[in-house]
């Protein structure tokens, strides 16, 4: 199981930090992956990392001021998110699935997302 936090009010042009604290150890052969949702759209892919080999992959809209790592000693995924924009706004959901993807349909044990606001 997958849960999400550290979400919050942010301005544009600042930072925050997601966490995914994972239940359990994911195996070798997933990736964790970020997505958002903005109310009204689809769930969109953000960022994902291989849980085995620490690859990490980006959404263009966020390539350059996003990073994704992973805490092995406290078995979490953290996301940073720099250089914030007011189209960052969205709930943010962390799940496990399929390695190199970016489609939310192969990934799943979706916990309960963290909302992020920027004012403009």
């Known amino acids: 199981q997958l849960q999400a936090s550290g979400g919050g009010l942010a301005q544009a042009g600042g930072s925050l930090r997601l966490s995914c604290a994972i239940s359990?150890?994911?195996?070798?052969?997933?990736?964790i992956g970020w997505f958002r949702q903005a109310p009204g759209k689809e769930r969109d892919f953000v960022s994902a990392v291989n849980w085995d080999d620490g690859y990490t992959y980006y959404a263009d809209s966020v390539k350059g001021r996003t990073t994704i790592s992973i805490d092995y000693a406290k078995n979490t995924v953290n996301l940073q998110m720099n250089s914030l924009k007011p189209e960052d706004t969205a709930v943010y959901y962390c799940?496990?699935?399929?390695?190199?993807?970016?489609?939310?349909?192969?990934?799943?044990?979706w916990g309960r997302g963290t909302l992020v606001t920027v004012s403009s």
């Open positions: 359990g150890r994911p195996s070798r052969a997933y990736a």
């Open positions: 799940a496990v699935g399929r390695r190199y993807s970016n489609n939310p349909a192969a990934f799943g044990a």
